[in-house]
């Protein structure tokens, strides 16, 4: 048991369980387990083609596990399609920012509010009134992550036209949107400069620290990880390498072997 573990005492929020995908003849990831507890900054690291995302998109539902099973607080989430994960409390950025380009700032913001809210009508009877009263939520929902995120400013600017970390942030404020239990996401750090990392680093621990959310970082960038998260998951060839705390896994010979070894470090 690691320390958060027996900290916490209690059931994990989210298990991955003997997870293994296969493709044609690749095994993409090979009987991976581990638990993630609410409140924790958990990194998921690896080398290029280790799995991690095959495993991100494995929570987020975009790919069906070959075996084993996750469970989000003790259900198995694997009959669930992909858009209907926000509703039991996951929420998800992509690895290359998936925004709608010609949209502003504040409704792809407004996209992800309604796409928790959309499924919660009970009926047509009730509807008209619901809407009225769900927009003015979705409205105040939507000003206050645009404040979070410092996005103010560019609330009405097409995203198109904005810096890439700016658009990741968005892309975090559209997330957040859903009222995610987890937030899942995948190497936020790419593409951005040292000073926008160290940035992002800040805000996943605020957002963790104010909000709640328990957020899943999948993550080439070891500096990132090392620094934000409590819990650290290192893959290798689709499996599970070690596991434990940010200094634990740096210090493991295999992990370091496994860095090593590969070309892109
Ligand atoms: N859709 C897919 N079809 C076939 N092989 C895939 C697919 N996605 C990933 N793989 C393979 O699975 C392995 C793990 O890839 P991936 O999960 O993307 O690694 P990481 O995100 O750690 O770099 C790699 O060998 C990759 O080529
Ligand atoms: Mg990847």
């Known amino acids: 048991m690691t320390q958060a573990q027996l900290?916490?005492?209690?059931?994990?929020?989210?298990?991955?369980?003997?997870v293994s995908v296969v493709?044609?003849?690749?095994?993409?990831?090979?009987?991976?387990?581990?638990?993630?507890?609410?409140?924790?900054v958990l990194g998921l690291i690896g080398?290029?083609?280790a799995g991690k995302t095959t495993l991100f998109n494995c929570l987020s539902r975009l790919y069906q596990p070959s075996s084993g099973d996750i469970l989000m607080e003790g259900q198995s989430i694997l009959k669930r399609p992909p858009h209907r994960i926000a509703e039991i409390g996951i929420g998800r950025t992509f690895q290359n920012v998936a925004l709608f380009a010609n949209l502003s700032v504040m409704d792809n913001v407004r996209i992800g509010a309604h796409s928790k809210t959309s499924s919660d009508i009970i009926s047509d009877?009730?509807?008209?009134?619901?809407?009225?009263?769900?927009?003015v939520a979705v409205n105040k929902k939507v000003h206050e992550l645009l404040a979070y995120l410092d996005l103010e400013d560019v609330a009405h600017t097409t995203v198109a036209g904005l810096p890439f970390g700016t658009?990741?942030?968005?892309?975090?404020?559209?997330?957040?949107?859903?009222?995610?239990?987890?937030?899942?996401l995948d190497e936020p750090a790419g593409g951005l400069n040292h000073e926008e990392v160290h940035v992002?680093?800040?805000?996943?621990?605020?957002?963790?620290n104010e909000r709640h959310v328990t957020v899943?970082?999948?993550?080439?960038h070891m500096g990132l990880v090392m620094s934000i998260a409590d819990h650290v998951v290192a893959l290798n060839f689709g499996r599970k390498l070690a596991e434990g705390t940010p200094?634990?896994?740096?210090?493991?010979?295999?992990v370091i072997k496994a860095y090593l070894g590969s070309k892109d470090q």
Do not use: C, Y
């Not at 900290?7 to 369980?17: C, K």
């Not at 992002?200 to 963790?208: C, E, M």
């Not at 200094?247 to 295999?254: E, Y």
């Open 247 to 254: 200094a634990q896994v740096q210090a493991d010979p295999d």
């Open 167 to 184: 658009q990741k942030r968005v892309e975090l404020a559209r997330a957040l949107a859903t009222d995610p239990k987890i937030l899942l």
């Open 125 to 135: 009877s009730l509807r008209l009134a619901w809407v009225r009263r769900s927009e």
């Open 47 to 49: 080398p290029n083609g």
């Open 7 to 18: 900290a916490q005492g209690q059931d994990p929020l989210l298990a991955v369980r003997d």
């Open 216 to 220: 899943l970082l999948v993550e080439h």
């Open 23 to 40: 493709f044609g003849g690749i095994v993409a990831l090979n009987g991976v387990s581990f638990n993630m507890h609410k409140g924790q």
């Open 200 to 208: 992002l680093g800040d805000l996943i621990r605020r957002i963790r």
